[in-house]
């Protein structure tokens, strides 16, 4: 039941399930994308992450200037299946999930960070 309650308290906050959309979209983003998409400050988007990262949904990589995010590829624990798989159909008419999926292709690293 712990592992169970773990998945459901990281997917209890809108800015969290926000970033879980944003990762089935496209396949890894880092800090400052998702910060500039959902217009949050560069340690809330962080501390996000690490909910989701100790939760088991995502996983971090780091690639020379960047940590990038991805949805955790191999978990075999049955409720990240099953809540991903869910989320992949839900809430997409939202407007708030709307506006990623149009702000989301726009988002580029180099040009945030100015690189």
């Known amino acids: 039941m712990k592992n169970f309650v773990k998945v459901m308290k990281a997917l209890s906050d809108p800015n969290r399930v926000k970033i879980i959309k944003m990762l089935q979209l496209r396949d890894s983003l880092c800090v400052c994308e998702i910060r500039a998409v959902l217009k949050l400050a560069q340690p809330t988007v962080s501390k996000h992450l690490k909910v989701l990262e100790e939760a ?3 996983t971090s990589e780091k690639d020379k200037l960047w940590v990038n995010f991805r949805l955790h590829p191999d978990t075999d624990s049955p409720y990240i299946v099953a809540m ?3 989320l992949k159909n839900w809430l997409n008419e939202t407007p708030e999930i709307v506006e990623i999926h149009q702000l989301l292709p726009a988002i580029n690293r180099n040009d945030i960070c100015k690189l």
Do not use: A
């Open 56 to 58: 088991g949904l995502v």
């Open 84 to 86: 991903l798989g869910q």
